[in-house]
C-alpha cells in the first residue's frame, strides 16, 4: 500500500505544476468555463504580465453567458485587467462602457480608473469617457441625476462616481456634486466619498457621517467602506463606532490607514512617518482594538 504522505505529497505536486502563468493561460484560452473563469482571476491575482494578450482577448468571450445575459469571463478579465495595471487594456476596457452586462461596465470602470491612475497620459481620456457615461445614464433617468434609477444602472453609475473619484477628476466635480441628492444612500455615499477625493474638503467626507444611520445593514456596510476609501483620517472614530460587523469596520480602517499614509507620505516625501500628534496613532488604535 502506497504510504498516504507520499499520496498527499504527488496530490500537492500535481496541483503545483497546474497553478503556473503558462497552464492558466492555455486553460484561460482553450479550458472549459470554470477552468477559464478561474484562470482569469488567478492571472489577475498573481499579476501574470504574459496573460495580458489572453485577458484582453478573453474581454470578447460569447461562450460565457448568464440566462440573464451576463458574461462571468468577461468581468474577471476586467479585474485581472485592472490589478496588471497596463495601459495596452486601456482601449479594450474603454469598448466594455456601455455594455449591456451592467456589472461588466461597472468592473471595467473600476478597472479603467486603477490603470489610469499609474499612466497620467490616459487619464484625460478615462475620465472624458467616464463623464460621456454618467451623460447616458442621466438621459435614460430623464436627465435628472436626483430621478432613481434601475437597480443594475445603480451599480454602474456607483462604480463611475468612485472611478471619477479615485482618479481625481476634477473636470467632474458639478457632475459629482448632483449625485449628493439622489434618492439612493449609495449614490449620496459615492459621490461624497468622490468630491472628498477631489478636492479634500472635509464637509463632503463628513457628509456620509448622517447616512450611517440608514436602518439597512446592506447600505451601512456600503458606507463605512466609503469613508474608509475617503482617507479622511477624522472618520476613524465614526468608522469603529459603525454598527456593522467587525470585519468591515476593519477592513475599512485599513484602507483608510493605507490611503492616508500614502497621501501624507507623498506631500512629505522627507518624512518617514506620520507626525505622532495627529489623529494616526487613535486610528491605530482602533484597528488594534478590531483585531
Known amino acids: 500500500m502506497q504510504d498516504s504522505s507520499v499520496e498527499g505529497s504527488q496530490t500537492d505536486s500535481r496541483a503545483q505544476e497546474l497553478l503556473t502563468p ?35 482577448a478573453a474581454l470578447e468571450d460569447d461562450l460565457d453567458q448568464t440566462l440573464q445575459g451576463g458574461y462571468p469571463l468577461r468581468r474577471n478579465a476586467a479585474r485581472a485587467l485592472g490589478k496588471l495595471r497596463d495601459p495596452e487594456a486601456i482601449p479594450p476596457l474603454l469598448l466594455c462602457l456601455g455594455s449591456s452586462d451592467r456589472q461588466l461596465w461597472a468592473v471595467a470602470a473600476q478597472a479603467l480608473a486603477e490603470i489610469a491612475g499609474d499612466h497620467p497620459e490616459w487619464q484625460a481620456r478615462v475620465i472624458e469617457s467616464l463623464l460621456a457615461c454618467l451623460a447616458s445614464t442621466n438621459q435614460e433617468s430623464g436627465d435628472n441625476a436626483s430621478l432613481s434609477v434601475d437597480p443594475q444602472m445603480e451599480v454602474v453609475l456607483e462604480a463611475v462616481l468612485e472611478a471619477l473619484g479615485d482618479l481625481q477628476a476634477q473636470a467632474a466635480i458639478s457632475s459629482l456634486a448632483t449625485y449628493r441628492n439622489h434618492p439612493s444612500i449609495r449614490m449620496q455615499s459615492a459621490a461624497n466619498r468622490a468630491l472628498y477625493r477631489i478636492t479634500g474638503i472635509p464637509s463632503f467626507a463628513e457628509g456620509l457621517f448622517p447616512l450611517l444611520k440608514t436602518d439597512n445593514i446592506h447600505l451601512r456596510r456600503a458606507v463605512v467602506l466609503d469613508l474608509g476609501s475617503t482617507g479622511y483620517l477624522a472618520a476613524a472614530s465614526a468608522i469603529a463606532t459603525a454598527s456593522v460587523e467587525a470585519n468591515i469596520k476593519l477592513h475599512s480602517l485599513k484602507t483608510l490607514a493605507d490611503l492616508y499614509l500614502s497621501n501624507y507620505l507623498s506631500r512629505h516625501p522627507e518624512n518617514s512617518s506620520p507626525p505622532l500628534d495627529s489623529e494616526f496613532p487613535k486610528l491605530l488604535e482602533w484597528i488594534d482594538s478590531l483585531l
Open 22 to 56: 503558462a497552464v492558466q493561460i492555455e486553460r484561460l484560452q482553450a479550458g472549459d468555463a470554470g477552468e477559464r473563469y478561474y484562470a482569469a482571476w488567478w492571472l489577475g491575482r498573481m499579476r501574470v504580465q504574459a496573460g495580458l494578450s489572453a485577458l484582453i
